[in-house]
């Protein structure tokens, strides 16, 4: 098909550390069909009256009152932003649900059996509940528990002083978990948060958290600093896109298709994202059990926490521990109830429920297998 020469588009980028890679990916069509692109700020929106030769506009950041400003112009107008994914303009935008799916299922396929949404609001709009349905979607369909930290952001100007107040926020809900944790985290403000906040636990990122981070490829360099797994739109593709459905709109005298939506970029994955790359399952047991309050804990439980099945757990943790995990979580018990007998003026019998026996009779017989007498006995010995 033969093409007219193309009249000038306008950009409007409304966040400058964006514009790279969509202004990128305007360039490159532009340039292979020589169109020229003038680029503007959002802020000289009001100047856009007397610019003449503006024939058309890629929009970003298209807020209420710049969307009326935009309608008085009577131009053609592609929308590339994903906060205001309901404009009044065809769109190109960021699959931001798939983005939430690729992170929920690649953490699920890790062995994840709870998954922790964390961002700093919990009023999610445009893109980020687009990413927050996505997760919610595959725990859903998956059948795995889906739990959020979303601490109320302090409104400050300093960046430092919010994220410090963050990431006390953070460590207020986590000290209330127990581990295993597997975070998709909104944005690097919220992963920083995190990492400050485990850090503080004494946990370890591929250890007893997992976490994997949605995010811009403006973004990146945070993530890949630090280790961290991410996905990242994929801006660039955007911006060619939209370059092309303008340019044939102004054209042919046709809008594209009202919501064109561009894939996110292949996963760009570490061990924060995996702890069993980095983790035996027998230190991720190890480590639940540390952290856990619960000494009746079951061996179906400990499965389904580790997400393996229970034949899995029983051979792997016998092949790497040396003996069996129902002998651990014994000796585990009892070691606890031997702490109480000694520490505590409890009854056998509380001690027996405490430790997840459900009889004192039954506790007392598991108690003499292990130390040759019965509990009160030991006591009366060791105090």
Not at 4 to 33: H, K, V
Not at 127 to 136: D, I, M, P, S
Not at 199 to 216: A, K, N, R
Not at 338 to 366: E, K, P, Q, W
Request: with cysteine; hydrophobic share 40%.
């Amino acid at each position: 098909m033969s093409r007219s020469p193309a009249r000038i588009a306008a950009l409007f980028p409304y966040e400058l550390w964006l514009s790279g890679e969509l202004n990128a990916g305007i360039d490159q069509y532009a340039t292979s069909e020589g169109i020229p692109i003038h680029p503007l700020l959002l802020r000289n929106l009001s100047s856009l009256q007397q610019q003449k030769w503006v024939k058309g506009i890629i929009a970003f950041g298209s807020g209420h009152n710049a969307i009326n400003s935009l309608n008085e112009t009577g131009l053609p107008v592609v929308n590339v932003s994903g906060y205001f994914p309901t404009v009044p303009f065809p769109s190109v935008l960021n699959d931001s649900q798939r983005m939430g799916r690729l992170a929920a299922q690649h953490m699920i396929e890790c062995g994840a059996s709870r998954l922790v949404y964390a961002s700093v609001t919990a009023k999610q709009t445009g893109f980020l509940l687009e990413r927050q349905k996505g997760v919610q979607d595959i725990c859903h369909s998956a059948g795995v528990e889906l739990n959020y930290c979303m601490p109320r952001l302090m409104k400050t100007r300093d960046v430092v002083e919010s994220q410090e107040h963050w990431a006390e926020a953070v460590l207020e809900w986590i000290q209330n978990q127990t581990p295993p944790l597997a975070f998709i985290t909104a944005n690097p403000f919220t992963t920083e948060a995190i990492l400050m906040a485990t850090d503080q636990m004494g946990w370890e990122v591929g250890g007893e958290v997992s976490l994997i981070q949605l995010t811009d490829p403006e973004e990146e360099r945070m993530p890949h600093s630090l280790g961290v797994s991410y996905i990242a739109n994929d801006w660039r593709t955007v911006g060619r896109l939209a370059a092309e459905s303008l340019h044939l709109w102004m054209e042919q005298g046709t809008p594209p298709p009202p919501l064109q939506l561009v894939p996110p970029l292949p996963p760009v994955l570490t061990a924060s994202s995996d702890p069993s790359r980095d983790a035996s399952l027998v230190v991720r047991v190890r480590s639940y059990l540390k952290h856990s309050q619960d000494y009746g804990v079951t061996i179906e439980e400990v499965a389904a926490r580790m997400g393996v099945s229970i034949s899995t757990l029983y051979r792997q943790f016998q092949r790497e521990a040396g003996h069996s995990l129902k002998q651990e979580l014994l000796e585990r018990r009892l070691s606890h109830a031997c702490d109480l007998l000694r520490t505590t003026t409890m009854s056998v019998a509380d001690i027996a429920a405490r430790c997840g026996y459900a009889t004192g009779h039954s506790f007392a017989a598991s108690f003499r297998s292990q130390y040759t007498m019965p509990p009160a006995t030991w006591r009366n010995v060791k105090t």
